[in-house]
């Protein structure tokens, strides 16, 4: 098992995730309240399948937006980085996949169905299928 596997994931299986799969990567803290975080980023890399990514950050129009982003690492890889945006799905206004898989898939969700997940509230930024 190479060691970009967070999981069990080999490379014929796709993880099932839990929403305590994601860890914290970053945190940049307020300049002006030392306590409270503009932007905090959880991240989860299946390695060959993709990378999964949740930001929590504060806006520029005063509210907290939450975003959660599916990178396809095998479609970047088949196309080289001249087209790295296409693999790319991004849903904002709010879609926390770790409340998805918490709340309404009672704490687990098969890769698949994540993937799925983020690309159909994707209203951002949208990928291209192969």
């Known amino acids: ?12 299986s796709k993880p099932v995730l839990t929403a305590d799969m994601f860890k914290e990567t970053y945190r940049l803290l307020d300049d002006f309240f030392e306590y409270e975080a503009r932007v905090i980023g ?15 950050r504060m806006t520029g129009y005063g509210y907290r937006d939450i975003e959660t982003g599916f990178r396809d690492s095998y479609a970047m890889n088949s196309r080289g980085k001249e087209n790295y945006g296409k693999n790319f799905w991004l849903a904002s206004g709010d879609h ?31 990928g291209e299928e192969e």
């Open 96 to 126: 926390d996949l770790r409340d998805e898989i918490q709340f309404y898939f009672n704490g687990t969700m098969s890769w698949d169905e994540s993937v799925t997940w983020i690309k159909s509230k994707a209203n951002n930024c949208i």
């Open 42 to 56: 959880y991240s989860f890399d299946a390695g060959h399948h993709g990378y999964i990514s949740i930001l929590d």
């Open 1 to 12: 098992m190479s060691s970009v596997y967070v999981t069990n994931c080999t490379p014929k």
